[in-house]
């Protein structure tokens, strides 16, 4: 793959766009705290449901917290865990898969079946079954969320390595006597890491929707810590009321997780050989 | 070939548009006023002898009569079922005379040999009752005198009893319909003599009343008009935010529990009527574990309630719809004494101080307490509902500013309870409703079953001892008045705010009354207007 030709594939497709998106978020939860003027947890009785403003862009809560405040700060713990949840997931992942994919016969076998039965339980039912394992609490999510995205990501990276698995290339690499750790780390693991880079970025999409989710019932930090879910949550009382509360992070998790999958989307058009010359 | 078919689905669609008119033609003027009652839980089960929720006296309270009816207007108890009754000197013994020519829904006669089927059944072991039973006191048995004469002979006196007889937990069932359906199934096929049948039940979905027109023994404040409706079925919408819509889209007549933040704006809408109803018993109040460090000291428990700005709190949380709470008894509770009402008013310093005097200082400079290597920490345990977690956040951050720190956990209500009974909990938020204080002997004496303060002081296990078998009324209230005093003074609880039933209704319902616990409403009357 010549870089060139990769970069004006890039350009091509609208990877870059949403890319610079997903970076933009990205980069506001992380600075944003020092940017914001208010104090994300301080209760004000004067400011109650104020709707957005000069001195509250996006309004205040019922209890007079800035709501722009709390989206920022919230951004960086909801990014954060679902950003750690996905680190679980590929990390996990791409051991268990490339086990399986390399090895095959009983490893696969063991693996796979584990794997099957995760994959019968629907993702949110086993995220709580963890989180109520684990208890609430931000770290507790993340594990949870990452542990259940493993199954989905171990079956990718197992068909991905075991297609490689059967290529002249490793086949001559055997040949000439590598070993095996050579082998997959080598061999097998640059050659698949285009499905998996796209599959991680959307995986991180379903991350945030799962993380904001389980705190939208009440299973993240405590309410008043600032997080997406739990602010989704807070304003749905108040939709007739006060629209904004809800209508700030419900459009920062609408917005979030399309510019991923966006970008997930478009990064697989660009690692896909099938897809390579379309639409680009 | 496409026009043939496009006519016969035009045919199609007029005759579906036009069946509903067709419909309401031949039904004429006969047709049956019927409304939809909002309830905002669903009862896991519906037996009034058996289950305890409040929800299920909603419909049921209009399906069974009582003995005695407590008028919400007077305060008084009214002849129900009972025309007649008397107490013996040593509040043992009570005897009822009986109303005649009563009959139940499915035409069983009532008398005697009725209510004693129906007390033996709420005291057997068997039927397993989770709150009927305990509202019976020392209950020893129960004697037929006569076809219309019964007696009931207590173990020990039991003041509330009337109070008791007096709610649909203990309303008087058919005895064939029990014996025919069984434990299990008779909740569903419930039969009592009140001015509503039971109609159906689907767990979930709806309940059914259907108006009893042989309804004539009813006292004046369940009285029936010709003109009141004939069908009320019950609908469940459990998620707040949904039961104005419901009522704006004109899906539901009549709702309960309306969220505060809605009910502004439909106190102001035109087609639309809010009620606000007191209800009697405890406000929403948290306990203070006294066998739990850091609320096992009384001057942490008193910082605390200093630190909580409970006018903010209610003002912010609730509108102006709910009072203040100063006590353990809301206002309109027989028994409210007023003497709390300027005590523990939110004053940081004096919270402040109050740490600072019993050791706890912040050392290391991270704004929170410490004393003996320990932190302030405060595990607090707290349901979902009713605008608690709301709450929780700003007795977070009101405990905080005075150095606190708050582990808030929301758990399940069964979890709740479980902590609550372990003692895991610092604080932990609960309260029952009733109109009469007894209540508080279930949460303030040491073997009380709901004693989330772990509490053991033996003067007040006697106060509250003694004032619930009083017969004399003034010294009753004395007594209560003696241990809510104790009770502040220990800080063994911190009031938030009295509970208001905001209630909504279509302008189109008239005759809307509610009982003397304020929420049950009395819906023989309630009328549709057109």
């Known amino acids: 793959m010549r870089a060139p030709a990769f970069l004006g594939r890039l350009w091509r497709t609208r990877a870059l766009l949403w890319g610079l998106l997903v970076a933009a978020i990205a980069l506001l939860s992380l600075c944003g705290p020092w940017v914001v003027a208010h104090d994300p947890m301080a209760m004000d009785s004067t400011s109650q449901l104020l709707p957005p403003g000069r001195h509250h862009w996006l309004g205040t809560d019922p209890f007079g917290r800035d709501i722009l405040s709390r989206l920022v700060w919230g951004g960086r713990r909801t990014l954060g865990v679902a950003g750690a949840a996905v680190l679980i997931t590929v990390g996990a992942g791409l051991l268990l898969g490339l086990l399986s994919g390399y090895f095959g016969g009983a490893v696969d076998e063991a693996i796979m079946r584990v794997v099957d039965v995760m994959l019968a339980f629907p993702g949110l039912l086993l995220i709580l079954g963890l989180v109520a394992v684990l208890g609430a609490g931000s770290k507790a999510l993340a594990v949870a969320v990452g542990i259940t995205g493993v199954p989905a990501f171990s079956r990718l990276v197992r068909s991905a390595a075991m297609s490689a698995r059967e290529e002249l290339y490793v086949l001559a690499a055997l040949a000439v006597g590598c070993r095996r750790r050579r082998v997959i780390t080598r061999h097998l693991l640059p050659n698949i890491v285009g499905p998996v880079v796209a599959f991680a970025t959307v995986q991180f999409g379903w991350a945030i929707l799962n993380a904001s989710a389980t705190s939208f019932l009440g299973l993240g930090e405590s309410p008043s810590v600032p997080e997406w879910g739990s602010m989704l949550n807070l304003g749905r009382g108040y939709l007739r009321a006060a629209p904004w509360v809800s209508a700030a992070p419900g459009l920062a998790i609408t917005l979030a997780v399309l510019s991923v999958n966006m970008l997930g989307d478009e990064l697989r058009r660009l690692f896909d050989p099938a897809l390579r010359w379309q639409g680009a | 070939m496409v026009r043939r078919k496009r006519l016969l689905l035009g045919i199609l669609v007029a005759v579906i548009a036009l069946l509903p008119s067709l419909a309401a033609c031949q039904a004429g003027d006969a047709e049956p006023q019927k409304l939809v009652y909002g309830l905002t839980l669903i009862p896991s089960g519906i037996d009034p002898h058996i289950h305890a929720s409040s929800e299920l006296g909603i419909p049921l309270s209009n399906v069974y009569d009582t003995l005695v009816y407590l008028d919400p207007e007077t305060g008084e108890f009214v002849p129900g079922l009972a025309t007649e009754w008397s107490v013996s000197e040593d509040g043992l013994v009570y005897t009822f005379t009986l109303r005649k020519g009563v009959v139940f829904h499915d035409g069983t006669r009532f008398d005697a040999q009725a209510v004693k089927f129906n007390l033996d059944r709420v005291v057997d072991p068997a039927t397993g009752s989770q709150k009927a039973r305990y509202m019976l006191g020392k209950l020893d048995r129960v004697e037929v005198v006569g076809d219309h004469s019964v007696t009931i002979r207590l173990a020990a006196p039991y003041a509330p009893l009337l109070d008791s007889l007096s709610q649909v937990y203990l309303g008087m069932a058919s005895p064939a319909a029990v014996d025919k359906w069984g434990k299990a199934e008779y909740q569903f096929h419930q039969v009592g003599t009140g001015p509503f049948k039971f109609v159906e039940y689907i767990p979930g979905d709806h309940l059914t009343l259907a108006r009893n027109p042989k309804y004539k023994w009813g006292p004046e404040l369940l009285r029936q008009v010709d003109s009141s409706v004939d069908e009320i079925e019950f609908r469940f919408y459990e998620d707040p935010s949904t039961r104005t819509i419901a009522l704006e889209s004109e899906q539901a007549q009549i709702m309960g529990e309306i969220p505060p933040q809605d009910a502004g704006r439909i106190d102001q809408a035109a087609g639309l009527a809010l009620h606000p109803v007191a209800i009697p ?250």
């Open chain 2, 281 to 530: 018993g405890q406000p929403l109040q948290f306990f203070f574990n006294l066998s739990r460090p850091p609320t096992d000291e009384l001057a942490v428990r008193r910082a605390l309630m200093y630190a909580t700005d409970r006018e903010t709190i209610v003002e912010t949380i609730f509108g102006s719809w709910s009072p203040v709470a100063s006590g353990p008894l809301s206002r309109v509770t027989l028994g409210y004494v007023s003497d709390f009402e300027g005590r523990y008013l939110h004053d940081v310093s004096r919270a402040q101080e109050l740490l600072e005097e019993a050791g706890w200082m912040d050392s290391d400079g991270d704004r929170m307490r410490e004393k003996d290597q320990r932190q302030l920490v405060i595990e607090l345990y707290h349901m979902g509902w009713g605008m608690v977690p709301e709450v929780v956040q700003m007795i977070e951050n009101d405990w905080a500013a005075v150095g606190a720190q708050v582990n808030a956990h929301l758990v399940s209500y069964p979890a709740a309870l479980e902590a609550a009974r372990a003692g895991d909990h610092n604080v932990i938020p609960f309260n029952l409703f009733g109109t009469d204080p007894a209540q508080l002997g279930s949460f303030y004496t040491s073997g009380g079953g709901f004693n989330f303060s772990h509490v053991q002081d033996a003067e007040l296990d006697e106060l509250l001892g003694l004032a619930a078998a009083s017969q004399d009324l003034p010294q009753r209230l004395e007594l209560y008045r003696q241990a809510q005093t104790k009770i502040m003074e220990q800080a063994l609880v911190l009031p938030i705010r009295d509970y208001v039933n905001l209630n909504a209704s279509s302008s189109r319902v008239q005759g809307l009354r509610f009982d003397a616990r304020g929420w049950f409403p009395l819906l023989s009357e309630v009328q549709l207007e057109d």
